[in-house]
Structure formats: C-alpha cells, structure tokens
C-alpha cells in the first residue's frame, strides 16, 4: 500500500510539473504584441472614420479581428481593436480574446511639405487566452510617406517604433499565479497600398521577440 500511495504522488507530481511547462510554454510564445498599428501616420480629417478587418499569423498562433480609427481633431486621431486569438503550444489550441487601441497626434505632414509624416502615440493592449493574460500600456513614434503612383493612387510605407510596460501572468488555479512585467520594445514596419479613394490594402511586419505578419483591408469613409 506504501508503495501504491508513493507511486500515486510521484504521478500526480509529474502531472503537475508538465501542466506548469505546457503553462509557461504558453506563456512565452505570448511575449508579444499582436495587434500592431495598421494605419499610416496620416491623421483622418476630424469627423472621418477608417475601419479595418485583418488576419494574423504570428510564431504559433494565429488571429482575425477588425480597428475603428476617428479623427477627434486636425491632426489627432485614435482607434479601438478588437478580435480573436488562437495559440498553439505543445499540440494544444487555445483561443481568446484581445483588445486594444491607441490615441496619436501628428506633427509632420508630407502634404503641406514636410520630408514625410510623423506622429507620436499611446498604445494598450490585452490579450486574454485561458490561463494566462497579457496586458501592455506604452508609447511610440510612427512615420510614413505616401508616394504617388501613375493613377494618383499612393503607396505608403510606414513604420512604428513602440517602447512599453508589459504585465504577462499565468493563472494556475489551486497553486496560485505567475506573473511577470518587463520593459518590451518593438518594431512595426508596413506598407498602405490605395486601391480606390476609399480602399486600401495593407500588410505589416511585427519583429521583437516574436515575430508575426497581418495583412487585411482598410475602409475611409
């Protein structure tokens, strides 16, 4: 019977200790932003929306989900982001949820004759996926330049450098949490292509310690 009880603990502590690996495996393929920025530096007029539906594909894992951008004022502008999120780590899929946005202000204008746009901003984002949460507050600085094609279309490329807090913990439930905040800095860099006055294509990179790509379609109106 000894033996019986001692085998049954040693199983239920490998049990354990697998379920915290799987956890924190999870856990560091969460390490990173997902959501990204999808806009150029150019503000939306004030009382001008831009609406936005894109896909994901990110180190093991995967996301759809959609922005609303307003222009609040000449030159300031902000936009909410919400979809979903699925990630894979040792064979398991789990998905969740994620939310974000950003407020920016810009202070260079390409059209008026400045070398390119540039704009500064805050940014938040949270992502929940059972167990674990992420949530992120911080700043960056984005430029662009439309270049004006043959048919008066613009290509626009564009990128975003991001400085932020990020808070990742894992809930383990009867064994309490593991939680973590670091200093996490990242690099957006895309491209805006006009294919009509009110649609756009566009793609981005994300390179930090994940690395992931987004691509979808932006509507003005």
Known sequence: ???TYEGGRMRHKTVLALTLVLFLAVFATSQAQFLGQLSTA??????????????????D??????????G?????????????????????SEAGLLLGG?????????????????????????????PFTILSLGGYVLGS????????????????FNMRMQREEVDLGPFGDVSNTDLEIGLNLGTQVELTQAWGLIGEFFIEDQIGFVMGFNYKF
Request: glycine share 14%.
């Open 1 to 3: 019977m000894l033996k």
């Open 42 to 59: 150019q503000s939306p007029s004030p009382g001008k929306s831009m609406v936005g539906g894109y896909f994901g594909i990110y180190e």
């Open 61 to 70: 894992a995967f996301s759809f989900f959609g922005q609303y951008r307003y």
């Open 72 to 92: 609040f004022a000449n030159y300031f502008d902000g936009a909410i982001k919400a979809g979903l999120i699925s990630i894979d780590a040792g064979g398991n």
């Open 102 to 130: 950003d407020l920016k202000y810009q202070v260079l204008d390409a059209v008026l004759g400045d070398p390119f746009d540039l704009a500064f901003g805050g940014l938040a984002e949270f992502a929940l996926v059972d």
């Open 145 to 160: 330049y439309p270049f004006e094609m043959r048919n008066g279309r613009h290509v626009s490329p564009y990128g975003r």
